[in-house]
């Protein structure tokens, strides 16, 4: 069962820990396992026979489970046919909010499915993921169910508020601010808390659906530093607060907006569920890896062209270029007679790109590196990582395989580099793709 459970963990969440284990047992008459002294204490989330999931998960050297009770009747061959308690915990070793909401969603799904241990008969001599997982399998399902989960837990407005809110500028600027959640009030000795009068019923205004233009107002006035204070369950905006850790401590609920369609829940300082431009991220669940890893391609790459020199300052023109780019892009590097040969000769001439007076991208301001980004297209810049064309469409034959795990960026910026270096195996020519998820590749 622990194999089981594992894999489906894996499927989804490829990054995940192997320590994810699940126990079912079966008995008629309440355990002794409260005689045992040799289980490890831990928090229950659910107190459901505590004694033997702690007993399970602490023989097995974890901290922290999910247990769920369910009636089941017996009608293998030679049993008595009676009704038992079948108990099903779920235990990992690392805390994560996470880890419980999706324990809880694996277990509320699969503890009805056998109702007779028969079935487990069955699966046993079947051995079918299908059979056992069903509908768990779709990472779709398991993600939506997830996000409810989250969000009827902590008693929030419905996602598509947050989403409906993400997307509305407000005099062109996006959002950048939060919202603190909490079923107290503002604290009265909070530091810099701007509190809203309520003399009338009309002055209350409620965080819900008709009421986004408002709020969205209500959010610029508090801005990056500081974020909205709404009371649970009502959801009455009561003022706005800077955006310091007692504040954060003292509502434990918090949705930060980080830009156009990017918002994220924290609870209790951990990051529980990221939304960016249609997608949800459960940030527990996603590798931990250096995004600048593959920039050390370019150590090796500048040795065989006796230019460290140069690879060294473009790498960094690169982790400038991706800590202001919002919504993912790319750069394409090459000398300046391929610059003036791709650029000048053929791409900008059939409108394909837009030509610019070379500016250096490692002295630009910030605002310019966002704005150049913005735009679909690549970046094209010199050795010298000085910028020459923006939203520039690469074309080209196809030469390569695409990669169908990957998008369009950088399936398209791969065929044309591979394609330029075929017809010109002496030049340098290069290119860093940035995606939306802020991972960065180097293609050679």
């Not at 850790?245 to 918090?254: M, N, T, V, Y």
């Not at 395989?401 to 998008?407: F, K, L, M, T």
């Not at 020519?429 to 939306?436: H, Q």
Request: glycine content about 6%; aromatic content about 10%; overall charge negative.
């Amino acid at each position: 069962m622990s194999n089981a459970v594992r894999q489906l963990m894996r499927r989804h969440f490829a990054h995940c820990s192997p320590d994810y284990q699940m126990f079912i047992f079966l008995f008629q008459e309440k355990t002794d396992a409260a005689e045992c002294e040799e289980y490890a204490h831990f928090p229950m989330v659910e107190e459901v026979n505590e004694e033997l999931a702690q007993e399970l998960a602490g023989i097995n050297g974890l901290r922290y489970c999910y247990a769920k009770a369910a009636g089941i009747s017996d009608h293998r061959e030679g049993s008595d046919q009676s009704r038992k308690k079948l108990y099903w915990v779920m235990a990992w070793g690392t805390a994560c909010e996470a880890n419980t909401v999706l324990a809880r969603i694996i277990l509320e799904e699969l503890a009805p499915k056998f109702y007779d241990m028969a079935l487990f008969e069955e699966f046993r001599k079947r051995s079918g993921e299908a059979l056992f997982f069903g509908r768990l399998l779709e990472r779709k399902w398991l993600l939506d169910n997830y996000v409810q989960a989250v969000i009827s837990a902590n008693k929030l407005p419905d996602q598509m508020n947050f989403i409906q809110i993400s997307a509305m500028p407000y005099e062109g600027r996006a959002v950048r601010t939060q919202i603190f959640f909490s079923e107290n009030p503002i604290p009265p000795d909070l530091d810099g808390a701007v509190y809203f009068r309520r003399e009338r019923k009309s002055d209350l205004i409620k965080f819900k659906t008709k009421n986004m233009r408002p709020v969205r107002k209500l959010m610029e006035v508090s801005g990056a530093e500081a974020g909205l204070w709404v009371k649970l369950p009502e959801r009455v905006i009561e003022g706005s607060v800077l955006c310091y850790s007692a504040a954060e401590q003292a509502a434990g609920l918090c949705v930060v907006f980080e830009g156009a369609l990017v918002w994220s829940i924290h609870k209790d300082g951990e990051n529980i569920l990221t939304y960016r431009e249609g997608n949800y991220i459960i940030p527990a669940m996603q590798p931990d890896v250096d995004k600048y890893a593959d920039l050390g391609k370019l150590v090796s790459f500048g040795q065989d062209f006796e230019i460290p020199d140069k690879m060294h300052k473009l790498q960094q023109i690169v982790r400038r270029v991706a800590s202001e780019c919002r919504h993912g892009t790319s750069i394409v590097f090459m000398e300046k007679r391929g610059i003036t040969a791709e650029i000048d000769n053929r791409l900008s001439w059939y409108r394909r790109g837009f030509k610019v007076k070379p500016f250096s991208l490692a002295e630009a301001r910030e605002e310019v590196l966002q704005g150049i980004t913005a735009i679909d297209g690549a970046v094209f810049a010199d050795l010298n990582g000085d910028c020459q064309a923006i939203g520039v469409i690469v074309d080209g034959q196809m030469v390569v395989e695409g990669d169908y795990g990957r998008g369009a960026r950088y399936n398209s910026i791969k065929n044309y580099i591979t394609g330029y270096k075929v017809s010109h195996p002496k030049e340098i020519c290069f290119a860093v793709v940035m995606s939306e998820d802020g991972m960065i590749n180097v293609i050679l």
